[in-house]
């Protein structure tokens, strides 16, 4: 009887853990919602299978898409990356933002096409200014009538002029006064 207890008791155990599963990408998009984006971006990296020691997403299926499905689910892999850089971004972790802009700006589908603005303001804020510059032009040619024109315009004279001022560091000397 006991053996029996102790089946059942297993079994229904068994049972129960299986029917407990955490959608992470709602989750994360719950959190993006109500802009908590530190809590959406490590939901987004749940829900993409991405752990600390990854250096880059890597797709869940193949490039050849045979049915809606997959479609689908494409659709979610890149709705979750563009989500996991535009979080990091929000919340300031501007390594983290490049790392996945430089994966969006790869997508095809229109909803995007604002990944690569992004991006070059990542690198920006990264201090690789050369690169920076580079992805605001492609950015200004590959989208001539979006309102981000005249931003991207003027981060690149804000990227020259810091290049420039990095050149000549000014050397300053502070002293305590004695008063």
């Known amino acids: 009887m006991k053996k029996i207890l102790l089946f059942l008791l297993v079994a229904f155990g068994s049972y129960a853990n299986a029917q407990y599963v955490v959608n992470y990408k709602k989750v994360a998009d719950t959190y993006f919602e109500n802009k908590d984006y530190y809590a959406a971006s490590t939901f987004y990296k749940k829900a ?84 920076a510059i580079d992805a605001f032009q492609q950015f200004i040619q590959k989208n001539p009538g979006d309102a981000l024109v005249k931003d991207a315009q003027k981060e690149i004279e804000s990227c020259k002029f810091a290049i420039e001022e990095m050149r000549f560091p000014r050397l300053v000397q502070i002293k305590k006064n004695a008063s």
């Open 48 to 131: 993409l299978k991405i752990t600390g020691d990854s250096t880059q997403a890597i797709l869940p299926y193949g490039k050849e898409r045979k049915s809606a499905t997959d479609d689908k689910v494409a659709e979610d892999y890149e709705g979750s990356i563009y989500n996991l850089a535009e979080s990091s971004r929000l919340y300031r972790e501007f390594n983290e933002a490049e790392k996945y802009y430089a994966i969006a700006i790869t997508f095809t589908n229109t909803r995007f096409r604002k990944a690569l603005f992004y991006y070059a303001e990542s690198l920006r804020a990264n201090k690789k200014f050369n690169l």
